[in-house]
């Protein structure tokens, strides 16, 4: 199985912070990674699919990069409404795996 | 509007079995895979399993091979999870989630969980 392992686990910024959370993939998964948000109380929703592809709705504040096994999600300017735990996830094969998650918090 | 409603959870001892349901509704559901993801508390999201749109193709994580079960009915757009021999370890929020591409053979393409339903709480406790 692919093991993702993401970080930091936790993550503290302020309003406005550029924030960066990194996903690391045990095998060359080309692009095959997504990114989802998870509020408490709510289902995870998709914001990032195939490393860097910004999913329709979602707020141009967010983008991802990478390619193979190293990957990078980032906020340009943290909002208040970001507050949740995020996590990556690969596809190139089953079974299909997440990271840990990155919880992030306001400062 | 997408809509996954989950049903079917609660309590159940160890060894007992439960089904799952999901009543899919604002979109073709015969048109795309589907899949059952869950997450234990204090812990991360894990995929279980997923089914083609048709039935004919099936894929299991190992740790419920040979226990659940899934299954579609696309008269009635729904989405099932059939558990058996549960455990403690099994004890978990059941997500409902539409998929944009498909797994073939082990291997997967455009796969994007674009749709999650509310999910439904599985305790498996004596």
């Known amino acids: 199985d692919i093991q993702m392992t993401q970080s930091p686990s936790s993550l503290s910024a302020s309003i406005g912070d550029r924030v960066t959370i990194t996903c690391q993939a045990s095998q060359d998964i080309n692009n095959y990674l997504n990114w989802y948000q998870r509020k408490p109380g709510k289902a995870p929703k998709l914001l990032i699919y195939?490393?860097?592809n910004l999913e329709t709705g979602v707020p141009s504040r967010f983008s991802g990069g990478g390619s193979g096994t190293d990957f990078t999600f980032t906020i340009i300017s943290l909002q208040p409404e970001d507050i949740a735990t995020y996590y990556c996830?690969?596809?190139?094969?089953?079974?299909?795996?997440f990271g840990q998650g990155t919880r992030l918090e306001i400062k | 509007e997408v809509q996954l409603v989950e049903s079917g959870g609660g309590l159940v001892q160890p060894g007992g079995s439960l089904r799952l349901s999901c009543a899919a509704s604002?979109?073709?559901?015969?048109?795309?895979?589907m899949n059952w993801v869950r997450q234990a508390p204090g812990k991360g999201l894990e995929w279980v399993a997923n089914i083609k749109q048709d039935g004919n193709e099936k894929y299991y994580v190992d740790s419920v091979k040979g226990r659940f079960t899934i299954s579609r009915d696309n008269a009635k757009n729904s989405l099932y999870l059939q558990m058996n021999s549960l455990r403690a370890e099994d004890t978990a929020v059941y997500y409902c989630?539409?998929?944009?591409?498909?797994?073939?053979?082990?291997?997967?393409?455009?796969?994007?969980?674009?749709?999650w339903g509310q999910g439904t709480l599985v305790t498996v406790s004596s």
């Open positions: 996830q690969h596809y190139l094969n089953l079974p299909i795996t």
């Open positions: 604002g979109f073709t559901f015969s048109s795309y895979w």
């Open positions: 989630v539409r998929d944009r591409g498909y797994c073939s053979g082990g291997s997967c393409y455009s796969v994007h969980f674009d749709y």
């Open positions: 195939d490393a860097s």
